[in-house]
């Protein structure tokens, strides 16, 4: 441990981010503690809910990397192909895995076998301890350190760390402590998110569609079931919800098509408010924000998580390197430099996802005319279709180390 600090590293937020962040600095022997008001216990998926999170081959290389894909791959489900189309429209774009040279382009995993997965993989090292549940109460910078307050079992307690790490979701408690503020945009949009069967074999396919109310995705967990993803008008949301299966799944039928057949059963339906926010400041000395705590984008993509995946890798190869080369982790030029390093992809991901969310919603004929020859041009352009599958794999531009490396050699 650096200094005299109780732990090196205080995260703030037990959830796939910061349990991310603290496997990826585990091999480090740095002293680590994540905060959480959550009772958290391993195989409990109250802690973590069932939609399917869709990693891309950027966040399956990370995981590999940190030894995690071995225990997930079982439950994965590969994505060999995606089919984007638009309702009532006649272009589409089909981006395959072959065309790339890799076995997927990305997978789906279950959020509750992904975060229960890490937790497991965690408790395995001495040097990470979880402090759960408890409260955040308040942080200061000191000449000492950070010193974070908590409260836990009825009482307040406190410890001096070198950096505080804020990833506790789109709300972040330790980004209103620190006083940093937000852009934020309300897309009015709702997403409604369920388990479906289906008639026919998806083939490994995930299908999007674009309507004028949001998009809809359907992600392949198995042969014949698929993660949905339906996106709604907020005003809508409730009657959405109310309605019963058979009524739900002719709705979404009517509007999906019958690639897949006939939509059989869904599962427990749960929704989740669709927002931009993006902290004007990443990080301040000692304190860094990471996931949906700095940048909450729109799902259209399935590019949320696996920015903020990126970030941690990105984060972990900075703050290892710092190491080698003398610094300490109160060394506000460790955040500097993670910034630089990360400022370019997260500016791309979210201009991406909110030129989707806007352009795709314009009804006018020249609008109308437009996404259907673009999707015509990169359906049938090489060298566009490439870009865009990079880009939605994570594989674009300068990326951390744990992306650069494949044990499998793949092709990108």
């Known amino acids: 441990m650096s200094k005299d600090w109780d732990y090196d590293i205080f995260i703030s937020g037990a959830g796939m981010v910061g349990c991310s962040l603290a496997l990826g600095l585990a091999s480090t022997g740095l002293k680590i503690a994540i905060i959480d008001a959550t009772q958290l216990k391993q195989s409990d998926k109250t802690t973590f809910d069932e939609r399917g999170i869709t990693l891309s081959l950027a966040s399956k290389r990370i995981f590999e990397n940190l030894g995690l894909w071995q225990a997930l791959q079982s439950s994965s489900y590969p994505i060999k192909q995606v089919h984007i189309s638009e309702q009532n429209r006649f272009a589409f774009t089909r981006l395959r895995a072959n065309e790339m040279n890799v076995d997927a382009l990305g997978y789906v995993v279950i959020a509750s076998t992904l975060g229960n997965g890490l937790r497991k993989s965690l408790s395995q090292h001495d040097n990470i301890e979880f402090i759960c549940p408890a409260e955040l109460k308040s942080f200061e910078l000191t000449q000492q350190g950070m010193r974070v307050t908590w409260q836990q079992e009825g009482s307040e307690r406190s410890a001096r760390a070198g950096l505080l790490i804020g990833a506790d979701g789109s709300c972040s408690l330790t980004r209103r402590l620190a006083g940093i503020n937000t852009e934020q945009h309300d897309f009015k949009q709702t997403a409604i998110v369920a388990n479906v069967s289906t008639e026919k074999r998806n083939q490994y396919t995930a299908y999007e569609r674009f309507t004028p109310h949001g998009p809809i995705a359907l992600l392949p967990v198995a042969e014949n079931r698929s993660v949905l993803v339906y996106v709604v008008n907020s005003e809508d949301a409730d009657y959405c919800l109310s309605l019963d299966d058979p009524q739900f799944l002719a709705r979404v039928q009517s509007e999906t098509g019958r690639r897949l057949g006939r939509l059989i059963t869904v ?21 860094l924000l990471l996931g949906n705590a700095v940048h909450t984008i729109h799902p259209n993509s399935a590019q949320g998580f696996n920015l903020g995946l990126r970030d941690v890798a990105g984060l972990a190869e900075v703050i290892k390197q710092s190491l080698v080369n003398g610094l300490t982790l109160d060394d506000v030029r460790i955040l500097e430099r993670y910034v630089d390093n990360r400022t370019e992809d997260q500016k791309r991901i979210i201009n991406f996802t909110n030129g989707l969310a806007e352009h795709f919603y314009h009804q006018q004929i020249v609008s109308n005319l437009l996404r259907d020859v673009a999707m015509i041009g990169i359906d049938s352009l090489p060298f ?23 044990m499998q050699q793949e092709i990108v």
């Open 267 to 287: 599962g427990v339906r749960r929704s989740y408010p669709i927002f931009y926010q993006n902290a004007v400041r990443q990080y301040q000395p000692q304190l």
């Open 384 to 406: 566009l279709k490439k870009q865009l599958m990079q880009l939605t794999m994570g594989m674009l531009g300068r990326q951390p180390e744990l992306v650069r490396y494949s």
